[in-house]
């Protein structure tokens, strides 16, 4: 059974780029969520992405941009990048309903590097 | 605004004896709390949750304690093992928005136990 899978894992970008990362959520998940982790600090929720649309928000500006196709894979768009956005962009699967709602499982994440 | 603390960067504790991570959160709509483990270059693995209705979850060697008074949750690990050096970051979630939950993680501990 395939976990969450993110590609790529590395990616060097320079300001004002436009980045596309991609997410693969473990296999009978349907809700995928991202989010950006700066070095030595927790997650950040970006957002949360359900039957296609984005159902909750983090505070992040509208830079940052997502979509969720019919098989529930999902990718996470960073336009006019900064040196800031530098980090580990994680994706996270879930289910909506059920006990284990509120479990989610993580990729390995993807290395942002803007310079 | 940081909603969940785990103030304690880091812990070292001799193998065999007791690991006590600690978490502070402050929003008190927080329902279910959960501790996830994280290896270098790994994404975040679930460890155990609570939910607010309980004071205790138990899990093994894991157990997870929460006071929602003091809005403080701990994790106790015992016996550690060497294994368990990681990162560990505990995690907050409330219901926003029908059925759809925000998560809110703690800037984590790095748990060395010693052989």
């Known amino acids: 059974d395939a976990g969450v899978t993110q590609s790529p894992t590395h990616l060097i970008k320079t300001r004002g780029q436009q980045v596309t990362l991609r997410c693969s959520p473990k296999s009978g998940h349907d809700t995928v969520s991202w989010y950006q982790q700066a070095l030595g600090q927790g997650p950040q929720f970006i957002f949360q992405y359900y039957e296609e649309e984005e159902r909750q928000r983090g505070n992040f500006p509208d830079r940052f941009s997502g979509h969720q196709f019919p098989n529930y894979s999902s990718e996470l768009n960073v336009n006019a990048l900064l040196l800031g956005d530098s980090a580990l962009y994680l994706c996270?699967?879930?289910?909506?309903?059920?006990?284990?709602?509120?479990?989610?499982?993580f990729g390995a994440g993807t290395r942002l590097s803007v310079l | 605004d940081q909603q969940v603390k785990q103030n304690s960067p880091s812990l070292s504790v001799q193998e065999g004896r007791i690991s006590i991570l600690n978490c502070d959160y402050t929003n008190s709509m927080f329902d279910y709390f959960l501790w996830y483990k994280k290896y270098p270059a790994e994404g975040p693995t679930f460890l155990i949750s609570?939910?607010?209705?309980?004071d205790k979850n138990e899990d093994g060697r894991f157990t997870v304690f929460l006071n929602k008074s003091a809005k403080h949750l701990s994790l106790h690990i015992v016996p550690s093992q060497p294994g368990d050096s990681a990162v560990y970051f505990c995690?907050?979630?409330?219901?926003?928005?029908?059925?759809?939950?925000?998560?809110?993680f703690g800037s984590g501990t790095k748990l060395n136990v010693k052989p």
């Open positions: 996270a699967s879930s289910l909506l309903w059920g006990l284990a709602k509120n479990i989610q499982y």
């Open positions: 609570i939910s607010s209705i309980k």
């Open positions: 995690a907050a979630s409330a219901e926003e928005g029908g059925n759809f939950n925000k998560f809110y």
